[in-house]
């Protein structure tokens, strides 16, 4: 069988250049213009008549200007070619997304420092419930990662990428997962490096991660990563942490151990519920996340 070759109507360009052209279209089309280059420059020429037109333009002048000034040196002591085209951004376009907030350097300081610290209290100074304060701390990384992963605070070219068929839900998801891609292995493998000392176990924090994290991009279609994060990673900690410090008797680390384990150990259950309600929430509300501009 031989399939018809098709190409970008004068139409389909100006309904993807207004943002009017339905979401799997626009992938469709996407997907074409990495092969077409008449349809590339007809759709090009759509989005510069467009009020966005000469702020891409001023963008791309900056790219190929900083560009430009980094070439490296041909073998001959000139600038070799750039390579450019469709196949360089189709390849360094999810790395460069995916890489941004799990290298991000205040979120990834903070996390090395508490699983240095973890560490250096049980070998060092020998403090045994080093595990109970890391597991303590253990759920709120990712949650914190979804704040630096997605929004105009994360991200200063997040208007441009938020407005492609690869932006929105799918490119939060994308961030979100690199962020849980760095830090679920760090903390679980520094927690199973640390003694028990009445804790739960070292993997006993990744259900309530995942559903506090999928709670956090679902309440994020309402009220922006930033809030929602705030709101579920402050509330993870107050619900752990004050019924502890409330708790008569005791050294407060074991009474934060007994605490972890009711949260842990005997909840795995609703925290599998909480996880799967909250992404099926964050499926119906995954348009939202195409308007997150000000928030």
Same mark, same amino acid.
């Given at each position: 069988?031989?399939?018809?070759?098709?190409?970008? &109507?004068?139409?389909?360009?100006?309904?993807?250049?207004?943002?009017?052209?339905?979401?799997?279209?626009?992938? &469709?089309?996407?997907?074409?213009?990495?092969?077409?280059?008449?349809?590339?420059?007809?759709?090009?020429?759509?989005?510069?008549?467009?009020?966005?037109?000469?702020?891409?333009?001023?963008?791309?002048?900056?790219?190929?200007?900083?560009?430009?000034?980094?070439?490296?040196?041909?073998?001959?002591?000139?600038?070799?070619?750039?390579?450019?085209?469709?196949?360089?951004?189709?390849?360094?376009?999810?790395?460069?997304?995916?890489?941004?907030?799990?290298?991000?350097?205040?979120?990834?300081?903070?996390?090395?420092?508490?699983?240095?610290?973890?560490?250096?209290?049980?070998?060092?100074?020998?403090?045994?419930?080093?595990?109970?304060?890391?597991?303590?701390?253990?759920?709120?990384?990712?949650?914190?990662?979804?704040?630096?992963?997605?929004?105009?605070?994360?991200?200063?070219?997040?208007?441009?990428?938020?407005?492609?068929?690869?932006?929105?839900?799918?490119?939060?998801?994308?961030?979100?997962?690199?962020?849980?891609?760095?830090?679920?292995?760090?903390?679980?493998?520094?927690?199973?490096?640390?003694?028990?000392?009445?804790?739960?176990?070292?993997?006993?924090?990744?259900?309530?991660?995942?559903?506090?994290?999928?709670?956090?991009?679902?309440?994020? &279609?309402?009220?922006?990563?930033?809030?929602?994060?705030?709101?579920?990673?402050?509330?993870?900690?107050?619900?752990?942490?004050?019924?502890?410090?409330?708790?008569?008797?005791?050294?407060?680390?074991?009474?934060?151990?007994?605490?972890?384990?009711?949260?842990?150990?005997?909840?795995?259950?609703?925290?599998?519920?909480?996880?799967?309600?909250?992404?099926?929430?964050?499926?119906?509300?995954?348009?939202?996340?195409?308007?997150?501009?000000?928030?």
């Amino acid at each position: 069988m031989t399939t018809t070759p098709w190409h970008t &109507s004068e139409d389909l360009a100006l309904r993807y250049a207004d943002g009017s052209l339905p979401e799997a279209d626009a992938w &469709s089309l996407e997907k074409h213009l990495e092969t077409c280059t008449a349809c590339a420059a007809r759709v090009s020429a759509a989005v510069r008549n467009t009020p966005a037109g000469p702020v891409l333009d001023e963008v791309r002048d900056l790219i190929l200007t900083a560009t430009a000034t980094r070439r490296p040196q041909g073998a001959r002591g000139t600038a070799g070619p750039a390579p450019t085209g469709p196949r360089l951004t189709t390849r360094l376009r999810p790395a460069l997304w995916s890489l941004g907030p799990a290298l991000r350097g205040s979120w990834l300081l903070a996390l090395l420092t508490v699983v240095g610290g973890a560490l250096l209290l049980n070998r060092a100074a020998g403090y045994e419930a080093s595990r109970t304060l890391l597991l303590t701390l253990a759920p709120v990384f990712p949650v914190a990662g979804v704040a630096l992963s997605y929004g105009p605070h994360a991200d200063p070219l997040h208007e441009i990428t938020a407005a492609t068929p690869s932006g929105g839900l799918r490119l939060a998801l994308t961030r979100t997962a690199a962020v849980l891609g760095v830090s679920l292995p760090a903390l679980a493998l520094t927690g199973a490096a640390l003694p028990a000392s009445g804790a739960p176990g070292a993997a006993a924090w990744l259900l309530p991660a995942l559903a506090l994290t999928l709670g956090s991009l679902a309440l994020a &279609s309402y009220v922006g990563c930033r809030t929602a994060t705030a709101v579920t990673g402050g509330g993870w900690l107050a619900a752990v942490l004050l019924p502890a410090l409330a708790a008569p008797g005791g050294p407060f680390s074991a009474r934060l151990a007994g605490r972890l384990a009711g949260c842990f150990d005997g909840a795995q259950t609703g925290w599998a519920v909480a996880a799967a309600g909250c992404a099926v929430l964050l499926t119906v509300r995954r348009g939202a996340f195409d308007h997150l501009e000000n928030r």
